[in-house]
């Protein structure tokens, strides 16, 4: 049974550290549009936020992968939190970023560029050399932090200071929100559409999950894990009611991000494996030739996809493939090819 923790002062630590994200990435028109449907006076604080924190995107983006849905900063904070660390305020959290080994700043920096376990022993130059996911300047700022973690994060622990004292301003005018909707909080009420409810079936087999509830501003619903470790991070936006209720149109953005995932090999593979019959993980592994904390890796990117449900009526097959999904992908494709 899942055991859930909150607390309010850490989704105010990971709001902090997500909003850094906003001086350097540039979100889709799409993700506006549903700011707007939200509340018409959040799309404007959205951009009033974004211009305020443009003079820091230098200094922010050797930390900002523009790939990951997760960024670096917030894989630091997870860290913490696995290795039972639990700062309470964003400046002891910046003080425990300084004292974090090398070690631990480099797993984060790999978690945050989506390194499958299996392949985190490699050097960091041959798995940027392999990646074709970052520019050659991301690329280069990952190959700095790794070679000089402490340092860096030192770096990075003084330019987040400016972003709370620029972002601060913008926190407090949602905190009373922030708390009201905590208070409410229910998981099993946020079961509005089919997938979303098999995303947080999936989210109910981990043993512990940290709730980061953050405001309409930083806008998602998303879960980070460990392959092999049955914790979880959720992140619980104050809109995520009205995002579910949305989830299901299918626009750009959907497209790009379906494409994208069934774009790795090794991943199509596995969606296909995964829902046959009596398939197991080592099965797959064995296979496809990977290891198995390759196959939970390329898992949990299908099911947060939605590329992957589960299946209630037959135990022998776990997973169902997104039918209506795929449908839509392929479309799209041929009425934008006229195939």
């Given at each position: 049974?899942?055991?859930?923790?909150?607390?309010?002062?850490?989704?105010?630590?990971?709001?902090?550290?997500?909003?850094?994200?906003?001086?350097?990435?540039?979100?889709?028109?799409?993700?506006?549009?549903?700011?707007?449907?939200?509340?018409?006076?959040?799309?404007?604080?959205?951009?009033?936020?974004?211009?305020?924190?443009?003079?820091?995107?230098?200094?922010?983006?050797?930390?900002?992968?523009?790939?990951?849905?997760?960024?670096?900063?917030?894989?630091?904070?997870?860290?913490?939190?696995?290795?039972?660390?639990?700062?309470?305020?964003?400046?002891?959290?910046?003080?425990?970023?300084?004292?974090?080994?090398?070690?631990s700043i480099i797993e984060s920096l790999l978690e945050?560029?989506?390194?499958?376990?299996?392949?985190?022993?490699?050097?960091?130059?041959?798995?940027?050399?392999?990646?074709?996911?970052?520019?050659?300047?991301?690329?280069?700022?990952?190959?700095?932090?790794?070679?000089?973690?402490?340092?860096?994060?030192?770096?990075?622990?003084?330019?987040?200071?400016?972003?709370?004292?620029?972002?601060?301003?913008?926190?407090?005018?949602?905190?009373?929100?922030?708390?009201?909707?905590?208070?409410?909080?229910?998981?099993?009420?946020?079961?509005?559409?089919?997938?979303?409810?098999?995303?947080?079936?999936?989210?109910?087999?981990?043993?512990?999950?940290?709730?980061?509830?953050?405001?309409?501003?930083?806008?998602?619903?998303?879960?980070?894990?460990?392959?092999?470790?049955?914790?979880?991070?959720?992140?619980?936006?104050?809109?995520?009611?009205?995002?579910?209720?949305?989830?299901?149109?299918?626009?750009?953005?959907?497209?790009?991000?379906?494409?994208?995932?069934?774009?790795?090999?090794?991943?199509?593979?596995?969606?296909?494996?995964?829902v046959k019959s009596h398939m197991k993980n080592k099965?797959?592994?064995?296979?496809?030739?990977?290891?198995?904390?390759?196959v939970s890796f390329h898992t949990k990117k299908l099911?947060?996809?939605?590329?992957?449900?589960?299946?209630?009526?037959?135990?022998?097959?776990?997973?169902?493939?997104?039918?209506?999904?795929?449908?839509?992908?392929?479309?799209?494709?041929?009425?934008?090819?006229?195939?």
């Amino acid at each position: 049974m899942t055991t859930y923790y909150f607390e309010a002062y850490r989704g105010q630590i990971f709001e902090f550290l997500a909003i850094s994200a906003m001086a350097v990435v540039d979100y889709s028109d799409d993700f506006k549009v549903l700011l707007s449907s939200v509340n018409k006076d959040v799309l404007s604080d959205y951009e009033e936020v974004a211009k305020a924190l443009a003079p820091l995107k230098d200094e922010l983006a050797p930390y900002i992968l523009k790939g990951p849905h997760f960024k670096f900063p917030s894989y630091l904070y997870w860290n913490l939190l696995r290795q039972g660390q639990d700062p309470k305020t964003f400046e002891e959290t910046l003080a425990f970023f300084e004292g974090m080994s090398a070690e631990s700043i480099i797993e984060s920096l790999l978690e945050a560029m989506e390194v499958a376990e299996d392949r985190r022993g490699l050097l960091i130059s041959q798995l940027l050399e392999e990646s074709d996911r970052f520019s050659a300047q991301e690329k280069w700022y990952c190959y700095t932090i790794a070679q000089h973690p402490k340092e860096m994060v030192s770096k990075f622990a003084v330019i987040l200071k400016k972003v709370k004292a620029i972002y601060d301003p913008y926190y407090k005018k949602y905190s009373q929100e922030l708390a009201n909707f905590s208070a409410q909080l229910d998981l099993n009420a946020l079961r509005i559409s089919e997938h979303e409810s098999n995303f947080l079936d999936y989210v109910g087999q981990l043993d512990d999950v940290h709730v980061m509830v953050v405001s309409k501003l930083i806008g998602s619903f998303a879960l980070i894990t460990e392959e092999n470790e049955a914790k979880g991070l959720l992140v619980v936006s104050t809109s995520t009611p009205h995002y579910l209720s949305n989830v299901e149109q299918f626009n750009e953005e959907r497209f790009s991000e379906i494409v994208k995932c069934l774009s790795d090999t090794n991943r199509y593979k596995v969606l296909v494996e995964l829902v046959k019959s009596h398939m197991k993980n080592k099965d797959i592994a064995e296979k496809i030739g990977i290891t198995t904390a390759g196959v939970s890796f390329h898992t949990k990117k299908l099911i947060n996809q939605r590329l992957l449900t589960f299946n209630e009526e037959d135990k022998n097959i776990k997973y169902n493939i997104n039918k209506t999904l795929l449908r839509q992908v392929v479309d799209k494709l041929t009425k934008d090819f006229d195939l």
